[in-house]
Each structure stands twice: as structure tokens, then as C-alpha cells.
């Protein structure tokens, strides 16, 4: 039954990732940048049920500083069973621009993750996404404005691998993700039809404490015609942080971690 399910969902993911990115998929595009993303990633079981998570983070160009942007990211999550969970995010994007007009996008996110079953010695991993995103604008010229995006996420992550020190376990993950903004309203500041294609290390230091690097290719462009289209090489930092006692785990066991 499980099995039918995954192979449901990896059809849809593919259905939904590959139609908003294929048809400027062959454009060249006419700018790249370098960012650098950082963030710190608590979290809190409550119950078996019902946990606390969240993010907070900075984000920013390296090749050159015309914006940076500051996230806080709180998150409820809830575990239907072993390979289900559902959560919701309230969030605050704050965007300071060089040149341009500073943004403040606040942000509610909800969210379908799966994972499952053991493929050998990796795990998958599923995401469906649904965004409500309202930008504010510094600028009074600029109209603050509502609009919806999808996303889907698709990915395998190995699993524990044993390292030099004893339960001190790494892994690696391979993620490609899609998006899509719904409706012709955005600003011509919001970039759309979104790839992002990631492959990251990650390192246990403790079964409370971990760490991700992060190399992410991202592809982007304007809704508006003939708008702008970007090609971003992220360089992300992810830090987590379990407080409380975590439950049990079988040591080396595949775990896909999805914030």
C-alpha cells in the first residue's frame, strides 16, 4: 500500500517541478550571483505527536552587497505516523536593498513532508508546500501586494555513516525542488519558475547537535515578459539544535531531516 502511495507522489512531484521550469529551462541567463545562507535550526518535541521547530537566519550576495535579507521561521509540526507529517509556518522575510526599495514579506506556509521506504542504503524524501506571501514595500510607489506559490520537493539522503568517532555519523543528500507562483499579480520584484538543486554534507556531532553545507543552483526569472532571468550558486550553513532529551534511534538508521 505504502509503496503505491510513494510512487503516487513521486509522479506528482515530477508533474508539478518540471512544467514551471522546462519552458525557460533552454534560456540562457543574463545574470549570476554568489550567495551565502546561514541559519540556526531549535527544535522541541512536545509529545510523539506534536513538535515545536523554527529557523532563524541571514542571507546575502557575496559577489557584490546589494541586499540582505534577515528570516524568523517558527513552525508546528504534526506526525500523522512514521512516514507522514504536517506543519504550518508563520514567517518574516525581511529584504534591505541597496538601490532599491526595502521588502517585508510576511509569510504562511503549509506544509505535506513523506519519507520512505529504505531504498538500499539511502531514504527519500517528499515535500509539498503552499505559500501565502505579502509584501510590504518601503517605497510608497510601490504597491504592497498577495500572492500564492507552489512547491515541490523531491530528494534522497543516506544513511548513517559511521565516522571516526563513535556516535559521531555523517550523511549526504541530493534534493531538487521546484516552484510555482500562482496568479499574473506579482511585483516585478518577485522572481518565479524557481529550480533549486542541491547537494549537501551533513555531520552529527551529537544526537542532539548536527550541521549541513549546503551547495545549491538555483534558476529564476520575472513573470513579466522578457524579464529578468538569474542563475544563483548558494553556499548555505544549516545548524541544528535538538533541546531536550531526543527520542531513541536506532544508531545508523536513515533519517531525512526537512525544515
Same mark, same amino acid.
Given at each position: 500500500m505504502f509503496n503505491s502511495i510513494q510512487l503516487i507522489l513521486t509522479f506528482?512531484?515530477?508533474g508539478l517541478i518540471f512544467p514551471s521550469n522546462i519552458v525557460h529551462g533552454q534560456e540562457e541567463p543574463n545574470d549570476v550571483d554568489l550567495q551565502l545562507w546561514m541559519d540556526y535550526n531549535p527544535s522541541y518535541e512536545l509529545s510523539k505527536k506534536w513538535f515545536l521547530l523554527g529557523d532563524v537566519g541571514i542571507r546575502g550576495l557575496i559577489s557584490n552587497q546589494d541586499w540582505n535579507q534577515i528570516l524568523v521561521r517558527p513552525t508546528i509540526r504534526y506526525k500523522i505516523n512514521e512516514s507522514f507529517n504536517v506543519q504550518a509556518s508563520p514567517a518574516l522575510f525581511s529584504t534591505?536593498?541597496?538601490?532599491?526599495?526595502?521588502?517585508?514579506?510576511?509569510?504562511f506556509t503549509f506544509?505535506?513532508?513523506?519519507?520512505g521506504p529504505d531504498l538500499l542504503y539511502v531514504l527519500p524524501f517528499y515535500r509539498l508546500r503552499l505559500e501565502q506571501?505579502?509584501?510590504?514595500?518601503?517605497?510608497?510607489n510601490i504597491e504592497n501586494n498577495t500572492n500564492w506559490r507552489g512547491r515541490a520537493l523531491i530528494g534522497l539522503e543516506t544513511f548513517d555513516i559511521k $565516522?571516526?568517532?563513535?556516535?559521531?555519523?555523517?550523511?549526504?543528500q541530493a534534493i531538487y525542488e521546484g516552484f510555482l507562483t500562482l496568479g499574473k499579480e506579482s511585483a516585478a520584484e518577485t522572481f518565479i519558475n524557481q529550480t533549486r538543486i542541491h547537494a549537501s554534507f551533513g555531520?552529527?556531532?551529537?544526537?542532539?547537535v548536527r550541521y549541513e553545507i549546503?551547495?545549491?543552483?538555483?534558476?529564476?526569472?520575472?513573470?513579466?515578459?522578457? $524579464?529578468?532571468q538569474t542563475s544563483q550558486n548558494i553556499l548555505r550553513f544549516r545548524f541544528y539544535h535538538r533541546i531536550g532529551q531526543p527520542?531513541?534511534?536506532?544508531? $545508523?538508521? $536513515?533519517?531525512a531531516y526537512l525544515h
Open positions: 506528482f512531484f515530477l534591505f536593498n541597496k538601490d532599491l526599495s526595502d521588502t517585508y514579506e510576511v509569510r506544509d505535506l513532508n513523506a519519507d506571501r505579502n509584501f510590504f514595500y518601503t517605497h510608497s $565516522g571516526f568517532k563513535e556516535n559521531r555519523f555523517f550523511y549526504f555531520h552529527k556531532l551529537s544526537r542532539k549546503h551547495y545549491i543552483w538555483q534558476a529564476s526569472r520575472q513573470y513579466v515578459e522578457d $524579464g529578468l527520542k531513541q534511534k536506532k544508531p $545508523g538508521s $536513515g533519517e
